[in-house]
């Protein structure tokens, strides 16, 4: 995986099948990680949670960086200008959101910052979505973080 590529959990896929996700109306969430133990993440991790138990683990929000700066623990929702997240055009499903521009550099931000989680925060487990590659550790106080997501999405179904 390169900088800036986002890669979706095969649970994600898996639960998309099963009706868990309302992609339209849900509230979706971008926070950060140090990598902890799960570093890479990988497509297939079991049932990736942020802030629960998954069988098997792992929990990405034991791995968030510490909130401070303009860093708020539990991430940025991508739902605050794009109210709908998930859109049909010319038969291609389009999963997208906010670009995060809040991360502007900070001498209280985190310092270890090396993956984005998106995670869906109505569903009570907080069950993930996929994950963003930021390129090696990205120190938070010697510069903006900012995520600018693709024209064509986060992701899409064709």
Same mark, same amino acid.
């Given at each position: &995986?390169?900088?800036?590529?986002?890669?979706?959990? !095969?649970?994600? =896929?898996?639960? &998309?099948?099963?009706?868990?996700?309302?992609? !339209?109306?849900?509230?979706?969430?971008? $926070?950060?990680?140090?990598?902890?133990?799960?570093?890479?993440?990988?497509?297939?991790?079991?049932?990736?949670?942020?802030?629960?138990?998954?069988?098997?683990?792992?929990?990405?929000?034991?791995?968030?960086?510490?909130?401070?700066?303009?860093?708020? $623990?539990?991430?940025? !929702?991508?739902?605050?200008?794009?109210?709908?997240?998930? !859109?049909?055009?010319?038969?291609?499903? =389009?999963?997208?959101?906010?670009?995060?521009? $809040?991360?502007?550099?900070?001498?209280?931000?985190?310092?270890?910052?090396?993956?984005?989680?998106?995670?869906?925060?109505?569903?009570?487990?907080?069950?993930?979505?996929?994950?963003?590659?930021?390129?090696? @550790?990205?120190? &938070?106080?010697?510069?903006?973080?900012?995520? @600018?997501?693709?024209?064509?999405?986060?992701?899409?179904?064709?």
């Amino acid at each position: &995986m390169a900088q800036g590529d986002f890669e979706v959990f !095969s649970k994600c =896929k898996e639960n &998309m099948g099963d009706g868990l996700f309302d992609l !339209s109306d849900d509230t979706h969430r971008l $926070a950060l990680t140090d990598g902890g133990t799960t570093d890479p993440p990988t497509e297939n991790l079991g049932n990736p949670l942020w802030g629960s138990t998954g069988t098997p683990v792992p929990d990405f929000n034991l791995e968030e960086v510490t909130a401070g700066g303009n860093y708020t $623990a539990e991430g940025e !929702s991508l739902s605050a200008v794009i109210t709908d997240n998930w !859109s049909l055009s010319t038969n291609v499903g =389009k999963f997208d959101g906010d670009d995060v521009t $809040a991360w502007t550099q900070n001498a209280g931000n985190p310092t270890d910052a090396k993956y984005g989680i998106l995670y869906d925060d109505t569903l009570t487990n907080n069950d993930c979505i996929g994950w963003l590659d930021i390129g090696g @550790t990205f120190d &938070m106080t010697t510069g903006d973080l900012t995520v @600018t997501w693709a024209a064509a999405g986060i992701f899409t179904l064709t």
